[in-house]
């Protein structure tokens, strides 16, 4: 799997997820992109986390949009007027366009998500063109350090418990926030230093995992950004239509070549096997 | 000898930014191809010399320099470390931060790829280096994963697939087994013998004596000695041992423990006990669950099942890494912390002085060398008179007079009653102060049988 190929898809799904507020649009690029992490994430990948994630972050929209728009034909409950910001009619209008916000978000974030859960680190770093590829190692190798300032804020909290540190207060968190920080500070320069010593930054660079074009990365890379890029234009021609459920709520618009647009996200499952 | 040395050093001084006065003042200095073993105590200037090598001292430390370095022809002072590279490979004396990429074969593949080798001959020269090191099972794996010991072969890995002609080493073996630490030794063996020039700073010079070296001694910065090697003194520190013998109280026991960092036990079915007064030792293979063992102990690991006793009183534990430990601005005021006593006095002040860090006791211990870190992190946890003390690898980049304080004030808190666990590879400090060995390995902990007392 060509990890510029993937990219490419990942643009185009986030492309039409943010193109429109069309929900109907919304959820097929979620679940095409859904379908691409279950049948192509690393073995190592769990998508619990992120689907918890996702959950909240969509209910966190809802609740905000239905507690702060007061506006909409059918409102369910009326707060005080007297409390700020809250206070005034919650509408079902306010409801379905928090929810078509919160379908918008994990859509996005989801059509993203193949970049970290499906390739292995350092592929996309890897696929970078040659000009950047210097920038490249050090964005990767910074993100390599990442996990390691984790494990030692593990290590320096585990030694001070042991010398009797309880925090109580939070003017007592400083022993440990100050040596995460100097460790981290002092592994970059450590790093950097072995970095240099390997040669880094002597010349051009080659990569150890060349990066291969197949047919199926042919497709993909072909068919995704066709797909976005016609169903930008189709909403740009008004045939494609969006959705805005204030005052008073309706369906939204489906077109056919619409739909069509958003299943053609669907092809890395289809060509792709892990 | 060749006429031309693979590398030499005239009126060589160099001093960091901010320094009070030079790290490095060399006369007159020769490297040849084969072994060179370069000695000293903490601090003496050994890393800083191994740097002026691929000349990290002085292009990426800055500071003043003077005189004339060559390396294989290049002068060091006005050719970047990142040229030099192609020519002297650089193992560092801290495993954990030289690895770039999180999979073992692509951080193998990184050298060669800032020298712009043709992806398709790369796969073979990282094949070739990660078996040379004996690590090729490891190929794919997450270096995430991998034991200090299983990082240390790596970073030689990495540096070895570049194929330099000079190769400098600090403290390659430190975190080795004793097997990894054999192989290492037969490596580095056989390119000096094929024509690398490999100089070396190690204190493990047990291993080391095994082959034909010269040996120099750097102190404050001088070399002051130049010698054939010879073997380091192994002594047993003799003690009255309280738990030898007598019925001294149970400090801690295992039950039928099994334990991991995951839900996945590394050990399984652990029956121990420690005794006050007693120094239990384990040792065994890199990756074996000697350190996941001591966390049980400690109580920084929960068991996954069985049940895991200790007497009421605080638990000293040094981590392997001691700067997860130095964060205050002095050595003094670290171990005051864990006292709770500023200035530190009684027993802190004597654990200062017995670890021969009475003169640094003002200084910043992130300034400090590797060996001088450690004594200082020793020192912060074994102040106070602790119940229990648990030590990860305590004499990691420690020379021979540093491991012989660590042992005295180790002695005198097992003849307070302290109860002692250390995880080491290093033979000297076990023959000089475990009452009991465990070999920890394969799931399991076996006591080796006991050590003859003196």
Redesign the interface.
Same mark, same amino acid.
Do not use: C, K
């Given at each position: 799997m060509n990890p510029r190929a993937l990219a490419a898809w990942s643009i185009s799904g986030i492309t039409i997820s943010l193109a429109s507020g069309n929900p109907v649009y919304r959820v097929l690029v979620l679940l095409c992109a859904l379908n691409v992490l279950v049948a192509l994430r690393r073995p190592d990948v769990s998508l619990r986390g992120m689907g918890i994630a996702l959950v909240v972050a969509a209910l966190i929209a809802i609740t905000v949009t239905t507690l702060a728009s007061h506006t909409g034909a059918h409102a369910f409950l009326a707060l005080p007027s007297g409390i700020p910001v809250l206070g005034g009619p919650l509408t079902i209008e306010a409801v379905l366009f928090g929810a078509s916000t919160g379908v918008g978000i994990a859509a996005a974030v989801l059509a993203a998500a193949p970049l970290s859960l499906v390739l292995? %680190?350092?592929s996309l770093v890897d696929a970078l063109p040659s000009g950047l590829a210097r920038t490249g190692?050090a964005i990767?190798?910074a993100l390599?350090l990442i %996990?390691?300032i984790a !494990?030692?804020a593990t290590?320096?909290r585990? #030694?001070? !418990?042991? !010398? *009797?540190w309880r925090p109580r207060r939070v003017r007592e968190w400083p022993?440990l926030a100050?040596?995460v920080v100097?460790?981290a500070l002092? *592994?970059s320069i450590?790093? #950097?230093?072995?970095?240099? #010593? !390997?040669? $880094? *930054? #002597?010349?051009?660079?080659?990569? $150890?995992?060349?990066v291969v074009w197949g047919r199926a990365d042919v497709a993909v890379c072909v068919v995704a950004p066709a797909a976005a890029i016609a169903f930008v234009a189709l909403r740009v021609a008004g045939v494609i239509g969006d959705w805005y459920p204030f005052p008073d709520v309706s369906l939204p618009p489906v077109s056919v070549a619409g739909v069509a647009c958003c299943l053609a996200l669907a092809i890395p499952a289809l060509v792709w096997r892990r | 000898m060749n006429a031309m040395p693979v590398a030499s050093l005239t009126g060589f001084r160099y001093r960091y930014p901010f320094g009070t006065e030079d790290a490095l003042d060399v006369a007159d200095l020769r490297i040849d191809e084969g072994l060179t073993v370069v000695r000293g105590g903490s601090g003496s200037g050994k890393s800083s010399l191994l740097r002026v090598f691929?000349g /990290?001292v002085p292009?990426?430390h800055g500071g003043t320099v003077g005189g004339r370095a060559v390396v294989r022809g290049h002068d060091v002072i006005t050719t @970047?470390?990142?040229?030099l590279?192609?020519e002297v490979?650089?193992v560092?004396q801290?495993p954990?931060?030289?690895?770039?990429?999180?999979?073992v074969?692509?951080d193998v593949?990184?050298?060669?790829?800032?020298?712009?080798?043709?992806?398709p001959a790369?796969?073979a020269r990282?094949g070739e280096a990660l078996e040379r090191t004996g690590i090729a099972h490891l190929r794919g794996r997450a270096v @995430?994963s991998l034991s200090g010991g299983e990082r240390q072969r790596l970073a030689l890995a990495?540096?070895l697939a570049?194929r330099p002609r000079v190769l400098v080493l600090d403290e390659p073996l430190s975190q080795l087994d004793e097997e990894g630490a054999r192989s290492v030794v037969a490596i580095l063996g056989a390119l000096a013998t094929n024509g690398t020039a490999v100089v070396v700073a190690e204190h493990r010079l047990d291993q080391l004596g095994l082959l034909d070296a010269r040996t120099l001694t750097v102190k404050g910065g001088r070399i002051v000695d130049a010698a054939a090697l010879q073997l380091s003194r192994v002594a047993r520190m003799a003690s009255p041992s309280v738990a030898r013998g007598a019925q001294s109280t149970i400090a801690w026991r295992l039950s039928g423990v099994s334990s991991g960092p995951t839900r996945t036990p590394i050990l399984e079915g652990i029956d121990l006990e420690g005794r006050a007064g007693e120094i239990v030792a384990l040792v065994g293979p890199n990756g074996g669950g000697k350190t996941t063992l001591l966390?049980t102990i400690?109580g920084?690991l929960a068991p996954l099942s069985g049940q895991v006793l200790r007497e009421p009183g605080?638990?000293?534990?040094l981590?392997q890494?001691p700067? @997860? /430990? /130095?964060?205050r601005a002095t050595v003094s005021a670290e171990v005051a912390?864990?006292v709770?006593g500023d200035p530190p006095s009684g027993d802190a002040a004597m654990l200062i002085a017995e670890l021969g860090l009475t003169h640094l006791a003002a200084r910043d211990p992130?300034d400090l060398s590797t060996g001088e870190r450690q004594r200082a992190a020793i020192a912060?946890?074994l102040a106070g008179e602790p119940t229990i003390a648990v030590l990860d690898e305590p004499t990691r980049g420690m020379d021979d007079a540093a491991r012989d304080a660590l042992c005295r004030a180790v002695l005198r808190m097992r003849a307070a009653g302290t109860s002692i666990v250390i995880a080491t590879h290093d033979k000297n400090l076990v023959a000089a102060l475990a009452d009991r060995t465990i070999a920890v390995g394969a799931g399991a902990a076996l006591a080796l049988a006991p050590v003859a007392v003196a």
């Open positions: 292995m %680190p350092n190692a990767g190798t390599n %996990p390691g !494990r030692s290590e320096i585990d #030694a001070q !418990r042991m !010398r *009797g022993d100050v040596p100097l460790t002092e *592994g450590t790093l #950097a230093e072995a970095m240099e #010593a !390997r040669g $880094y *930054g #002597a010349g051009p660079r080659t990569h $150890y995992a060349d | 691929n /990290l292009h990426f @970047a470390t990142r040229v590279a192609g490979g650089f560092f801290d954990e931060l030289q690895s770039v990429y999180p999979t074969e692509r593949a990184f050298g060669l790829e800032n020298i712009a080798m043709p992806p790369m796969g990282v @995430a990495g540096v570049m966390r400690a920084l605080r638990v000293a534990f981590p890494n700067m @997860a /430990l /130095l964060h912390w864990t709770r992130r912060a946890v």
